[in-house]
């Protein structure tokens, strides 16, 4: 059962609040994780998820635009603890959320998760050993907002970094003298009916390459128009050996063989990308190539300024795409935007083309944390000045991590990392009496890098509000999970970077 704290002289002292041994932010795909890993091995802990929407799922319950689907195998973006069983490796988004969900109704989670809960401050009092969090809590009838504070231990941040209220948008020219409709992805109209319909798509990105095949099927044509290419492959919507396996083995072993099988294969496609990136540049063209009609101008349409992986792969699930192309349903525009006109866009090289509806595949904004302030004894910490602890704790930060997944493979392999590795944590901090842990940085050789490091435009356009990493370990982020496993699962908790605290009791929680 919750407890009371006692009132206190830190950022506590506001009258009697609940507290929580654990508080989990966010009821997606890390948080249901994180939940799994707290009240499984971390059974003396009483949590609860605060949840700023009024369903959980995350970005599978956000984003309802035609044909949303995974771009990552579900062997891997799903729990290592909940093995994924369905038969596609490439999932559709309605069913990759009913996954979440059956884990969450499984285990118990979906009873821990407050709706309409959105984290405005979190404030640390190390004299109390424990975060004040302030929420809004939105009435789902009345609309009504009134603030409310929990006291929580340790709190674990599953946000993920997408803003959740508004998507990227560029201030393209003449947008107002459109005369169709103009939607973003990130917001997609319910049951808007796009049958024969001239649609262009702005992007080429994950979201339009998705996007561009599934609105093809009913509209009249759809066209893909893209500032420049990005490396776009075909895979399997089912994977033949890992079917195979889950056939011939027990779950228990099917599972974690099929999850090292995938993992390993992306790894290493990302690894010799990085290592031989001429040589993979020609492995990517000849795999479109052999998807497109004789004669297509695969230079300027399909062929990357930039060396592979220094942006996200696009996956197309089974050629769809370049379907659509050899149809004629579907194509694709390389060249800049001059201005919106009445009918469609004026590019700059004088072709204007028409469209009834036009779609801002243009990309999604980053917001660390859900944009929580987060202050320290009374200081506010400025996540772009610290570096990250095994790319889940922020330098000197005490009691606070956050699931942040791969860049360059499943988010769901490290989110499940980072949230086995907290429950451990937890568990140190409970049995040796201590009641803060805080990364510190005492190397002043480290150097500094972007957190992330990929050159994609929603990365790079946040580059200054995210922490950094560093040069060695324990400040550096592999991605890698090869790398990540021995460093969160193998490596000793009390590692001498970690610092363990037990503040002067006298201000204890009530029992």
């Known amino acids: 059962m919750p407890t009371k704290t006692a009132p206190s002289s830190g950022p506590a002292q506001r009258g009697d609040v609940e507290h929580l041994d654990v508080v989990i932010i966010g009821a997606g795909l890390s948080g249901v994780s994180a939940a799994h890993y707290v009240s499984t091995n971390c059974p003396w802990a009483s949590f609860a998820i605060l949840e700023s929407r009024s369903a959980m799922g995350g970005t599978w319950d956000l984003f309802r635009y035609p044909g949303i689907r995974s771009d990552s195998d579900m062997f891997t973006l799903g729990y290592s603890f909940r093995p ?188 010799l990308s990085r290592r031989q990136p001429d040589l993979m540049r020609k492995v990517f063209r000849k795999g479109v190539q052999a998807q497109l009609p004789r004669g297509y101008d695969i230079d300027r349409h399909f062929t990357p300024h930039y060396a592979p992986w220094d942006e996200r792969l696009c996956a197309v699930r089974d050629g769809d795409m370049f379907r659509a192309i050899r149809k004629g349903t579907a194509s694709v525009v390389t060249d800049h935007i001059s201005t919106f006109t009445e009918s469609g866009i004026l590019l700059e090289s004088g072709e204007e083309l028409e469209a009834d509806v036009i779609i801002t595949a243009t990309g999604l904004e ?75 940085n005492e190397d002043a050789q480290v150097s500094t890098a972007p957190l992330l490091g990929l050159s994609s435009g929603y990365i790079t356009r946040a580059a200054d509000r995210l922490p950094k990493q560093g040069s060695s370990f324990p400040w550096q982020v592999y991605q890698s999970y090869i790398r990540d496993y021995r460093a969160l699962k193998r490596s000793p908790l009390v590692d001498g970077v970690m610092r363990f605290d037990n503040p002067a009791v006298g201000k204890d929680v009530a029992a």
């Open 84 to 271: 994924w069983d369905g038969e596609k490796a490439i999932a559709d988004g309605d069913t990759i959320l009913q996954y979440i969900k059956d884990t969450a109704a499984e285990d118990g989670t979906i009873d821990k998760i407050r709706f309409n809960h959105r984290i405005l401050r979190a404030e640390w009092s190390t004299d109390d050993a424990r975060w004040l969090l302030t929420a809004e809590r939105t009435d789902p009838e009345s609309g009504d907002a009134t603030e409310v504070t929990i006291s929580a231990g340790f709190v674990l941040s599953c946000t993920g970094y997408y803003r959740y209220d508004r998507g990227y948008l560029p201030d393209f020219p003449g947008t107002d003298r459109f005369q169709g409709t103009i939607i973003h992805p990130q917001f997609w109209p319910e049951d808007f009916d796009y049958s024969g319909k001239r649609i262009i798509v702005i992007g080429s990105g994950a979201t339009a390459v998705t996007l561009v095949p599934s609105l093809a099927d009913r509209a009249a044509h759809v066209t893909m128009l893209q500032r420049s290419p990005s490396y776009v492959i075909s895979i399997p919507g089912k994977n033949p050996i890992a079917n195979a396996i889950r056939w011939a083995l027990p779950t228990k072993v099917s599972g974690p063989t099929v999850r090292w099988m995938n993992a390993l294969v992306t790894q290493g496609i990302y690894e």
């Open 366 to 440: 980053v917001l660390f944390m859900g944009g929580i302030e987060v202050l320290v004894d009374g200081e506010k910490v400025d996540p772009s000045q610290r570096l990250t602890y095994k790319g889940m704790m922020l330098e000197g930060v005490p009691n606070i991590a956050m699931a942040i997944g791969y860049t360059n493979a499943s988010w769901t392999l490290k989110a499940d990392l980072t949230c086995e590795y907290v429950s451990k944590l937890l568990n140190h901090l409970h049995r040796s009496g201590m009641r803060q842990c805080t990364p510190i």
